[in-house]
């Protein structure tokens, strides 16, 4: 069986999406931070964020090196 070819097209699409739903999260859990009252779980959702901040960082360079291949190999 032959392997299905490395179709990257759309990976700048779906890391956006993926950047998107993450400025998202990052955006409610802060709306909780300032809500919660137990400082346990505001320490859980600053953690959390933290990591998803540093998944920001992870992404938005993904998304710089797709686009820089899809412009090399796409033309």
Same mark, same amino acid.
């Given at each position: 069986?032959?392997?299905?070819? /490395? /179709?990257? =097209? /759309? ?11 993450t400025?998202?999260?990052?955006r409610?859990?802060? *709306?909780m931070?300032?809500?919660? /009252?137990?400082? *346990?779980?505001?320490?859980?959702? &600053? *953690? ?11 992404? =938005?360079? &993904?998304?710089? &090196? *797709? ?5 090399? &190999?796409?033309?």
């Amino acid at each position: 069986m032959k392997p299905n070819p /490395d /179709d990257r =097209r /759309d990976n700048v699409e779906k890391i956006q999406c993926n950047i998107n739903h993450t400025l998202k999260n990052i955006r409610l859990a802060n *709306e909780m931070i300032e809500k919660v /009252d137990n400082p *346990e779980e505001r320490r859980k959702l &600053e *953690e959390k964020n933290k990591r998803r901040e540093e998944s920001l960082s992870n992404m =938005r360079s &993904e998304i710089k &090196e *797709e686009a820089n291949v899809n412009k090399n &190999e796409y033309r």
